[in-house]
Every structure is written in C-alpha cells, then in structure tokens.
Nanobody, 123 residues
Framework: QIQLEESGGGWVQTGGSLRLSCSAS????????MAWFRQAPEKEREFVAGIHRSEEKTRYADFVKGRFTISRDNAKDTLYLQMNMLKPEGTAAYYC????????????????WGQGTQVTVSS
C-alpha cells in the first residue's frame, strides 16, 4: 500500500489561504488517482477534490469550485490543495486518499489514507 502524510494545515482568518501537501511513499505515486476529503466535528467525511493519475482530469465538490485547486507533482510524489477564500465552514481535518482508476467522491472506494491535517478558519 502507498503511505500518505499530509501537512500544511493551520489557523487562518476568513478569506485567507492555505496550501496543503500530501507526501507519498512506498508505491509509485504516479499510478494513483488522488483526492482530498475533509471531516468536520460530528460530520461525515466528504469529498473536496480529486485528480486523475494522468493529471488531465480533476473534479471538485460544488462548495469549493473557484476557490480550491488540486494539483500534483509526480516527480516529487506530492499532492497539493491550494485553498483560497476560506470560509469558517471549511474548518475540518483534511485527508488525502489514493486509489486506482477514475476519480470517485466516495470514501469507501479509496484504499489508502493519510492521518489528516487540521484546518481552522476563524470568522
């Protein structure tokens, strides 16, 4: 299994920006479709964005379109999530996940997960 480790979370004011990173190891990163999910307290984990292993296809949840950008650097085995215009409802633990195949927005279809990085957006 591929191992994943997120970083870059922190505290930010409403309207601010953060860039999350997810470093991969153990298996060829370039072969995996990658995604970001988030989980707020007492809520289910939800899909944020995904990027196909080919880098040609991306997919976003409606609530982040136009504000977040997912990208990857296969040479560095790293996934990114640039988050702009953050809102208080964006406060959550953010997780990166990996799977083979197409981008899916369901947690059950991802085989590997990181431990998460906390993002807190103050109003």
């Amino acid at each position: 299994q591929i191992q994943l480790e997120e970083s870059g979370g922190g505290w930010v004011q409403t309207g601010g920006s953060l860039r999350l990173s997810c470093s991969a190891s153990g298996r060829p990163f370039s072969g995996y479709t990658m995604a970001w999910f988030r989980q707020a307290p007492e809520k289910e984990r939800e899909f944020v964005a995904g990027i196909h292993r080919s880098e040609e296809k991306t997919r976003y949840a409606d609530f982040v379109k136009g504000r977040f950008t997912i990208s990857r650097d296969n040479a560095k085995d790293t996934l990114y999530l640039q988050m702009n215009m953050l809102k208080p409802e964006g406060t959550a633990a953010y997780y990166c996940a990996a799977r083979w195949g197409v981008i899916l927005n369901t947690t059950a279809r991802y085989e590997s997960w990181g431990q998460g990085t906390q993002v807190t957006v103050s109003s």
